[in-house]
């Protein structure tokens, strides 16, 4: 995403699975032909350790001085968590929907990044299964799990997890990131 905004950045320690398979990534540099993160093995044994859901710990970015005040887009935001071998906070269950809401609110945080993505990149164009995009094209990039129809209450959940009131005023996902910095919604901020 082009647009930067003040946001907080949810870190997971879902220990990095493509550092830790031994894959290849590189580095990230200046925003043009911008990489995945490796760890900074500094970062990974002394990062923050906020609270913990079924045991795995999690940190809110703002509550870290030395990045209380950045402001990030999301491969900035992802890139961040996994140099501290986390990753963004993927929201696969109600319950754990719930403890982010509900640590959203208290810290009164008006955006954070998620590990939510949208399928539209070198591999997704001939997949019948992901069409339309916006509503079954979308995966958590910490664990490359499909996110359910964003048309419905997903399965196991009470509700739909999707904004219905988005920037738009109409159901999230809405592509309103294109009105705001010409570029396709590609990735989820709740």
């Known amino acids: 995403m082009k647009v ?16 830790q398979r031994g894959r290849t990534t590189t580095t990230t540099g200046t925003k043009p032909g911008r ?8 970062k990974c ?3 923050p350790k906020e609270f913990s859901y079924r ?20 491969l900035d935001g992802r890139n961040l968590c996994r140099e501290y071998c986390m990753d963004l ?6 319950e754990k929907n719930n403890l982010i809401f509900r640590v959203i609110q208290q810290n ?23 069409e339309p995009k916006s509503v079954y094209g979308w995966f958590w990039s910490a664990t490359r799990e499909k996110i359910q129809a964003t048309n419905r209450i997903p399965q ?7 904004s219905q009131t988005g920037h738009k005023k109409r159901p999230q996902p809405d592509n309103a990131e294109y009105d705001i910095n010409q570029t396709k919604e590609q990735c989820l901020r709740c």
């Open 156 to 162: 196991g959940w009470g509700y739909n997890p999707w």
């Open 45 to 47: 044994s002394s990062r």
């Open 89 to 94: 906070v993927a929201l696969e269950t109600q």
């Open 35 to 42: 990489f995945l993160s490796l760890p900074v093995p500094a």
């Open 108 to 130: 009164d945080v008006p955006y954070i990044w998620t590990a939510g993505r949208i399928c539209d990149f070198a591999g997704c164009e001939n997949r019948p299964d992901l």
């Open 4 to 19: 930067t905004l003040a946001i907080a950045t949810f870190c997971l320690v879902a220990a990095c699975a493509s550092a």
């Open 55 to 74: 045991g795995k710990n999690m940190f809110l970015s703002t509550h870290v001085p030395a990045l209380a005040n950045r402001k990030v887009d999301w």
